[in-house]
T-cell receptor, first 115, second 113 residues
Framework: DGGITQSPKYLFRKEGQNVTLSCEQN?????MYWYRQDPGQGLRLIYY???????QKGDIAEGYSVSREKKESFPLTVTSAQKNPTAFYLC??????????????FGPGTRLTVL | AQTVTQSQPEMSVQEAETVTLSCTYD???????LFWYKQPPSRQMILVIR??????QNATENRFSANFQKAAKSFSLKISDSQLGDAAMYFC??????????FGTGTSLTVIP
């Protein structure tokens, strides 16, 4: 089946540790996105990538890093510099052929909790 | 950056009735795209409806219909014949030609049996 997978579903981290969230898609989409979701704040863009080996910062990139070495994969690292990392993280992808009319497809999300 | 405003944090509707969720956005661009996404308790985001700014005709998908007012920068979602399965968070989103998406803060919809 085509889709987006995120792992793990739940993740616990001790303060001061870096942690990497996985996002994989087999939809052959060029663009991939990472969002953070907090109660009452909707989805906020962390990073996005429109092509392999290229990515741009979103509105809240501080304390996060990404890589895009393969078209299918867009992992997100939450570093110890992120002051309040406990949140729900959503990965999305989108085909760019045809322009922005194409919707984003979302993964099931990862809930990160800092202990 | 563009902003998307959903001024109704919570809404409720009786089963089989109609409800309208509001969304306004701020942009100086003439070409853009608007979306409504549904997020049920499973937290899986699902596309409900989408609208191209240069099309005056309102988008419809079965019981879901949009009311797009370009001059007012408004993009509301009407849900007709509400069903229990419609209970969810609903997010309005704006996409520019640079492929960035901007989301509102969401409206939590409760459907009362």
């Amino acid at each position: 089946d085509g889709g987006i997978t995120q792992s793990p579903k739940y993740l616990f981290r001790k303060e001061g540790q870096n942690v990497t969230l996985s996002c994989e898609q087999n939809l052959n989409h060029d663009a991939m996105y990472w969002y953070r979701q907090d109660p009452g704040q909707g989805l906020r863009l962390i990073y996005y990538s429109q092509i392999v080996n290229d990515f741009q910062k979103g509105d809240i990139a501080e304390g996060y890093s990404v890589s895009r070495e393969k078209k299918e994969s867009f992992p997100l690292t939450v570093t110890s510099a992120q002051k309040n990392p406990t949140a729900f993280y959503l990965c999305a992808s989108r085909g760019t052929a045809g322009g922005p009319y194409n919707e984003q497809f979302f993964g099931p999300g990862t809930r990160l909790t800092v202990l | 950056a563009q902003t998307v405003t959903q001024s109704q944090p919570e809404m409720s509707v009786q089963e089989a009735e109609t409800v309208t969720l509001s969304c306004t956005y701020d942009t100086s661009e003439s070409d853009y795209y608007l979306f409504w996404y549904k997020q049920p308790p499973s937290r899986q985001m699902i596309l409900v409806i989408r609208q191209e700014a240069y099309k005056q005709q309102n988008a419809t998908e079965n019981r879901f219909s949009a009311n797009f007012q370009k001059a007012a920068k408004s993009f509301s979602l009407k849900i007709s014949d509400s069903q229990l399965g419609d209970a969810a968070m609903y997010f309005c989103a704006y996409a520019n030609t640079g492929n960035q998406f901007y989301f509102g803060t969401g409206t939590s919809l409760t459907v009362i049996p």
